[in-house]
Every structure is written in C-alpha cells, then in structure tokens.
C-alpha cells in the first residue's frame, strides 16, 4: 500500500476517525490493529519476520532487566546480560544480513573465484532495516540501563510496527516514542490542520518535484554514454530528487502521525546548507546518524582495542594525532556499517569509506586548518567563506551521489569522468518525456523542476535564518489558510509525474 495512493490515503483517514471515536484507553490497541492491517497488506510472508523481530527482542527486554535486577553475582550478570544480548543481536541483525546480502556475498565469492552463479530468490521485507535499527537500539538501551523493559507485549509491538513510519523511518526511540504511542490523544483541530499542511507539502517535494526530476535521472544514469554531455546535470537531478523524494517522505509520515497526536523525530534540517560533511550528516537522515553514534560510534571509539589502538598512536605520532586518530577510525567503521546500509553492493561500501575518509581527514587536519585560516585572514563569520563551505560542501555531497545512484561502481567512475570532461546541454533536449521528447516538453518539466526548488530553497533559507513559518502561518486568516492548502493539493495532478501516479518513495525498499 503505496503511501502516495488513494487506497492509503483512505486507510489513514479510517484510522484517524477512529482513533478520536472510540474510547481513549483502546486508542493504542486500534493503532495497533492499524499498524498490522497496513504490513499485512504487503504480505504475509513479509509479516512473520517483524513478528519474529518483535518476539525476540521483547523476550530479551524483559530477561536483560530480570537479569539487571536479580542477579547479585556482577561478573556471573555481566556475562549473562551479554550473552542475551549478543545472541538476539546476531538473531535479527543475522536474519537481515542473510536476507538482504546473500546475493552480494555469494557474487563477491564467485567473482573471487572467477566461477559463474545464480542468485537466490530472497524476500526482503519492506522496511527491515528501519524496525530492526529501532528495535535493537531499544535493545542495547535497555542492556546498558538507559530505558526500562517494556513488559506489555503489545504495547511493544505497536512501537516496533507503527505504520507511518516503519517504511522509512525515522528511527524512533523508545524513551521518547513508546509515551506518546501508550497515552490517550484529544481531537486538537490546530494540530490537525498543521498536519495535513505538512503531509501536503511532502506530496508536492516527492510528486511535483522529484518525480520530475527522475525522468532526467533515470535516463541520463541508465545510458550514460548517451547522455556523456549531461553527467553533471544527471547527478544534480539525482541530488533534487533524492532530498525531495527522501524528506517528502518524511514530512508525509511526520504529518501522519501528527493526526494521531503523536510527534516523530525530525530527520532533515536543510541539509544543502551544510558547510561540512559532518555537518551534512548532522542535517541527513539525523536519526540514522544518532542511531550510528549511540550504538556504533561511542561503543567502537571507546572498546578495549580502541584504546590500545590510541596508546599506540601517542608512542608513534605523539600526543595531539594519538587522540585524534582513533575517533578517525571510529568514523570509517561508522561509515562503513552506513554504506552497506545503503545496499548490498560495492558501490555502496565505497559511499560509505568516501563519507568516512573525507570526515577522518578533516578531524586529523582541523589543526592545520586553523593555521591556514589564520595565516589567510579568513573569518568563520564571513559571509563569503560561509558561502563558499558550503557550495564546497554541496560539490563533495554530489561526488557522493555518482556512487549511491549509478548502477556499478566502473559506471561511476565513467560518469565522473564525463561531468568533468564533457559538456553538450543540447543533449538534455533528445530526453524522452512520456510519449514525446523535444524542446516544448523538456522545458515545461525543467521550469516546474526548478519552479519548485526555488520555493523549496525559499523555505528552507527563512528557516535557516530562523523563521517562524509555522507561527506565521497560524496568524494568518483562515481564507489565507484555505488558499495555501489549496493550491497545494491543486499542484499535485496539475505538475505532478506525467504518467499522473508518482512512483515510490526510494527509501522505501529499505
């Protein structure tokens, strides 16, 4: 059940009359009943494995906090607790690894061996990755004594199964996401309304402007020597669609679930105004990148190897490099866990390392940065090297996307190549559009393409600087209100995808 289909649109609303109509105290269990409803629809098959992720990780919750609470012997409890830990751990990340990875694995040995093979038949789960990463950081939460056990069977599952956001996220915590799941919720009408604007404006990102922008994508990335001149224009669509098409989906969720009376973490905030890699993942996707710090970064940098690691490293390189180096380290292995994230492919893993390396680099050479600024005047505050950090930072984040869009890591190589050694825009026009190519279709689509970035860019610039727009939205008139909605949901079949039904959300077949 696509979340951009008539058929959903009518199960939320469904789901949200009778949430405020029935009884308080059952409005978890129908959230529930709803969350299980929409992951059936997807497949029985599909559902057995986020019961099975639920049950074990449930079970575990419950025998980590018995084992905290009751068992006197430190050493004896310590061992047991990561004996669970380890086990269920190796449970769920296991049946993700086999399900997702196989083929990759399997491919990558036969490649090594120069012998043939055929790929087996896996079913992948719509949004594995992101009910298991939320349920095992509920898991490690409770190991290390951060949250307590939930023992309410289903209660559990609802937070596991929540259906707004278990396609795509963002990854929920427990301490905050669980209360408000549990807790009675009143018909809030200004709520309500802000919902539905946010849920109509993650329509307009994902259907008038990133499924514009995936014609140009798809068709200058599946025949790159065709289109050798428009690499460069092929990536930066790739960049238009992937945000709008990323953090639509997020504003369709986050506003569903603002229905319900229930707030989600945020998972973008403006991230092409970063003026860093760092930066940028601290803006992309922040729930995956929290989740990387909390459960991968913190345990690998402060590990036993770590530290003897960074004892090494003061003997060799002395003092200052010795404590920098480990935290590099610790951000490759990060990287890299968030690159096979992303897919099982070379491509990739070789994402993940670039991210990684770049972010390493830059804490080993924030010294000689310093001195380099000083030595050239350049002050942080500027608005001229603001600026330039971050058209800097835009140009390294779209090297990127050659690796997570192109079909093998050879092709973007090739593609790199091309956006810097070839440039003929007239090809852009031989673009087939429907049924039709030519001038008059290529340049209606890139007007609303980039008619809708700008007032996205808009946006994003007056919350940059701190703006307001949803309290200055809220004073306006409610004819003013009317109009805004309006013209939204007008733009939708008049601008949207022209076949007139968008395609997925790409995060969705995570």
């Known amino acids: 059940m696509s979340l951009i289909s008539m058929e959903f649109l009518l199960f939320v609303i469904a789901a949200a009359a009778g949430y405020y109509w029935i009884p308080k105290k059952f409005q978890w269990i129908w959230l529930l009943l709803f969350s299980y409803v929409y992951y059936v629809s997807g497949g029985i098959k599909a559902t057995c ?33 990561k004996g669970v830990l380890v086990t269920t751990l190796l449970l769920n990340f296991g049946v993700l690894g086999v399900l997702k ?32 990463f939320q349920s095992m950081g509920y898991l490690l939460d409770v190991y290390w004594e951060r949250t307590r056990a939930e023992h309410h069977f289903l209660r559990f599952a609802l937070f596991v199964s929540f259906f707004p ?48 922008a995936v014609i140009f994508v798809d068709a200058i990335f599946q025949e790159p020597e065709a289109y050798s001149g428009i690499c460069i224009v092929g990536v930066l669509a790739y960049s238009i669609q992937l945000y709008c098409d990323f953090s639509g989906g997020m504003d369709v969720v986050i506003g569903i679930a603002g229905l319900f009376g229930i707030e989600l973490d945020e998972n973008f905030k403006r991230p092409y105004f970063a003026v860093s890699i760092t930066d940028f993942w601290h803006r992309w996707h922040i729930t995956l990148g929290t989740w990387m710090k909390d459960y991968v970064f913190y345990p690998v940098s402060l ?83 603001h ?7 835009f140009l ?33 026009f031989q673009i087939q559009i429907g049924e039709a190519s030519g001038t008059e279709y290529t340049m209606l ?15 994003s610039l007056l919350q940059e600087q701190g703006r307001d727009l949803i309290g200055f939205y809220e004073r306006r008139h409610w004819l003013v209100k009317c109009v805004v909605m309006a013209g939204l949901i007008l733009m939708l079949p008049l601008l949207g995808q022209p076949a007139g039904e968008a395609g997925g959300f790409i995060y969705a077949q995570f």
């Open 49 to 81: 494995f986020l019961i099975f992720t639920t049950v074990t990780t449930w079970y575990a919750g419950i025998l980590l906090e018995s084992l905290t609470q009751n068992e006197s012997d430190r050493n004896k409890r310590k061992r047991r607790k």
């Open 101 to 132: 990875y196989t083929n990759f694995a399997l491919a990558t040995f036969h490649m090594v061996l120069g012998t043939g093979h055929r790929e087996v038949s896996l079913l992948l789960p719509l949004g594995i990755s992101f009910y298991t």
């Open 165 to 212: 956001q278990i396609l795509q996220g963002p990854i929920g915590r427990f301490d905050r996401l669980a209360r408000q799941l549990y807790e009675s919720h009143s018909f809030d009408l200004k709520r309500v309304q802000l919902s539905l604007l946010r849920i109509l404006w993650g329509y307009f990102k994902k259907m008038v402007i990133a499924d514009n």
């Open 303 to 385: 590990s036993g190897w770590m530290k003897h690691f960074s004892k090494f490293a003061k003997n060799i390189f002395g003092k200052k490099t010795g404590r920098v180096l480990p935290i590099c380290l610790a951000n490759i292995v990060v990287f890299l866990v968030v690159g096979v994230w992303h897919g099982a492919a070379w491509k990739f893993i070789v994402y993940g390392l670039y991210n990684g390396l770049i972010i390493a680099f830059s804490g080993l050479m924030a010294p000689q940065y310093r001195k380099w600024k000083e030595a050239l005047h350049l002050s942080e505050h500027s608005v001229g090297f």
């Open 387 to 393: 600026l330039f950090q971050i058209i800097r930072t």
């Open 396 to 428: 390294l984040v779209n090297i990127s996307w050659f690796f997570d869009r192109a079909d093998d890591l050879e092709t973007a190589f090739r593609m790199m190549g091309y956006a810097v050694t070839r440039f003929d825009l007239s090809q852009i």
């Open 445 to 459: 689509f890139l007007f609303v393409i980039l008619a809708g970035c700008f007032l996205v860019f808009l946006v």
